[in-house]
């Protein structure tokens, strides 16, 4: 995989902020969160002399860098408003580019064929592959094969519109990132008639997410983060997180991380997993092929750029990079 690394120069492509949601209105839920992981992947590739090339939407902020902030030049490229001509340009900046560094919602066709493309056009994918990317888009094929592998995963199943419901249960999209349209349907409620949403119960518990950088059936927990979340209108909303704010639980976390990775080989480079650190054990709910919000505090909470370890990662096995790491926990807000 070294073949493209000699070059400095490396395409970031933020979806929410770098035109993946061109022709359509931007989520200000998603917005937030996309900019804080772009400038902070950002800044952590400028550091390190790399040349950026960065596609913007130019209805996104722009990016916000510390003074400072290292040797590296950025290329912004403005996308047009159109669609089409969006998809156009971004697909051929990700065809020239010697390396491709995508994050975005899984879920995203478009997304899905840049990924590919940039294989097919041997360019280096800082990224999870496309077949491990597509199970984790589908919530009811992740959990389906992780359950096979012996790991806990709520009982998730399709919702079937008009049924009432026994007990209470969550409601959330089949395919899709965040906590967008997932609430609770109380005891008694009717399922509603919407496109691709599944069930599953209620996991009592407190939120966590693990940080992972993972290649070939292997990972390296990086952090164990504090979730933020809480109910409103019966619906779950996230506030942000604390970065290695469950570090108590790493000797545990570790071995989960394993476990998923050896699960889906095709993981590759920065992952995250959401799950709920029940009483009688971690239960994960959701695998995030991609960058999270957390690397907005990563560098920060490592004290270690996070970026040198993913191209690193590009010459070199996992097993060579991974090494024990004092974390300091870092708060990450997207509600303010």
């Not at 490229?77 to 156009?88: C, F, G, I, Y």
């Not at 478009?110 to 597509?134: C, F, I, M, N, S």
């Not at 604390?242 to 639980?249: D, F, P, R, S, T």
């Not at 009483?279 to 750029?305: C, D, K, Q, S």
Request: a negative charge; charged letters at 20%; glycine letters at 10%.
């Amino acid at each position: 995989m070294s073949l493209n690394l000699a070059s400095p120069t490396i395409c970031l492509l933020e979806w929410i902020t770098g035109g993946g949601m061109s022709g359509t209105d931007l989520p200000s839920s998603l917005l937030r969160e996309g900019q804080m992981m772009r400038d902070g992947l950002l800044s952590d590739l400028l550091a390190l002399g790399r040349t950026v090339v960065l596609p913007i939407d130019p209805r996104a902020p722009s990016p916000h860098l510390p003074d400072g902030v290292g040797p590296g030049t950025l290329m912004p490229v403005l996308l047009p408003a159109d669609r089409e001509a969006a998809m156009a340009r971004l697909t051929s900046i990700v065809e020239a580019s010697p390396l491709f560094l995508p994050i975005g919602p899984e879920g995203e066709p478009e997304l899905v064929d840049l990924y590919r493309r940039a294989l097919v056009q041997g360019r280096l994918l800082l990224g999870t592959r496309p077949e491990a990317l597509e199970i984790a888009a589908d919530k009811l094929a992740t959990s389906f094969l992780l359950g096979e592998a012996g790991l806990a995963v709520p009982a998730t199943r399709i919702a079937e519109a008009g049924h009432a419901l026994v007990h209470d249960l969550v409601l959330k999209p089949r395919f899709g990132a965040g906590c967008l349209a997932t609430g609770l349907l109380r005891a008694g409620s009717i399922v509603p008639d919407l496109p691709d949403m599944i069930l599953e119960p209620l996991v009592e518990g407190v939120p966590l997410s693990l940080t992972l950088l993972c290649a070939e059936g292997e990972a390296w927990l990086l952090t164990a983060n504090r979730q933020l979340v809480r109910m409103e209108a019966e619906r779950f909303v996230f506030d942000g997180l604390l970065v290695g704010g469950a570090e108590q639980k790493r000797p545990a976390m570790e071995t989960l991380a394993g476990r998923i990775a050896r699960a889906m080989p095709g993981l590759w480079g920065l992952v995250g997993v959401d799950l709920i650190d029940t009483f009688a054990g971690p239960v994960v709910i959701e695998v995030n092929p991609r960058p999270t919000t957390a690397y907005a505090a990563l560098h920060r909470a490592l004290g270690i750029n996070p970026m040198a370890e993913l191209l690193a990662l590009a010459e070199r096995p996992l097993a060579e990079l991974r090494r024990p790491l004092q974390v300091k926990a870092q708060m990450v807000r997207v509600d303010e």
